[in-house]
C-alpha cells in the first residue's frame, strides 16, 4: 500500500482528452517526512509514521522537537501512520521524504478526509424529515421532531431513549472514506495531485491519500 498526507487546496474543473469536462479536486500532497519506522522486533508491528506540514517554531514543543530530531526534521502538524503486513520489512529509512512521485503509476486512490462542522442541527436538516404540516392547527412548529412516545424508550433496560434514535444534535466533522476516485495528473514539481470529484472537508483541511484497496 502507498499513502500520502496532504491537503486540500480547492476544486476546479478539467476537460479530458475525450472533451468531457470533469469535476476535479487539487491536492497538495507530501513531501513527507519518515519520523518514525516501527518493527514487529521493537512495537510488534510494522508501520512508517509519516509527517506533514511543519509546525511554527513559536509553537514547538520540546517532546515533538526531540522526536523529530532522530529523523532530522522538524515537529509536523499532521502525523500519521502507515501501517504495514507483519511479514513484509519497511522498505522506508528514518528521515527518507516522501513525494507524490509514488503515485506516477496509479490510477485509482482513496482518500480520506474529515467532514465540515454544521454545529448543531435539526431533524429536517439532520435526518432529512418532512416537518410538521404546513397547513391549519400548526404554530411555529413546522420544524420540530413532533413527540418521541413509546419510539423512545429501551424497553427492558431501563426508559433512556435508544442509542442512535433520530433526534437534533451535532452534524458533521467525521472522518469520510472516498473510495475509488480517479487520479487525473500528477505534478511533481509542485507536488500536487489532481483527483476526480469531490474530497470531504473544507479548503486546506488535511487529507489522507492511499492507493485504492479494491
Known amino acids: 500500500m502507498v499513502m500520502l498526507l496532504g491537503k486540500k487546496i480547492g476544486i476546479t474543473q478539467i476537460y479530458d482528452e475525450a472533451g468531457r469536462l470533469l469535476p476535479a479536486t487539487v491536492i497538495h500532497a507530501g513531501p513527507c517526512a519518515v519520523i518514525q519506522v516501527k518493527t514487529v522486533k521493537t512495537d510488534g508491528y510494522n508501520a512508517v509514521q509519516l509527517g506533514y506540514d511543519d509546525v511554527k517554531p513559536s509553537r514547538r514543543k520540546k517532546p515533538q522537537i526531540e522526536h523529530a530530531k532522530k529523523a532530522n526534521s522538524v515537529p509536523k502538524r499532521f502525523v500519521k501512520e502507515m ?6 520489512e519497511p522498505q522506508y529509512k528514518l528521515g527518507d521524504s516522501i513525494t507524490v512521485s509514488v503515485f506516477a503509476e496509479s490510477k485509482i486512490v482513496d482518500v480520506i478526509g474529515t467532514s465540515k462542522g454544521k454545529g448543531f442541527q435539526g431533524v429536517m436538516k439532520r435526518h432529512h424529515f418532512g416537518g410538521m404540516p404546513g397547513s391549519h392547527g400548526t404554530e411555529r412548529k413546522h420544524r420540530s421532531p413532533g413527540s418521541i412516545a413509546s419510539h423512545g424508550t429501551d424497553r427492558g433496560h431501563g426508559g433512556n431513549i435508544k442509542k442512535g434514535k433520530k433526534m437534533g444534535g451535532h ?3 467525521v472522518r469520510i472514506t472516498v473510495k475509488n476516485h480517479s487520479l487525473i495528473s500528477v505534478d511533481q514539481e509542485k507536488n500536487l495531485l489532481v483527483i476526480k470529484g ?17
Open 83 to 88: 501501517r504495514l503486513p507483519n511479514d513484509t
Open 171 to 173: 452534524m458533521g466533522h
Open 198 to 214: 469531490s474530497v470531504p472537508g473544507p479548503d486546506g483541511g488535511y487529507v489522507i491519500i492511499q492507493s485504492a484497496k479494491k
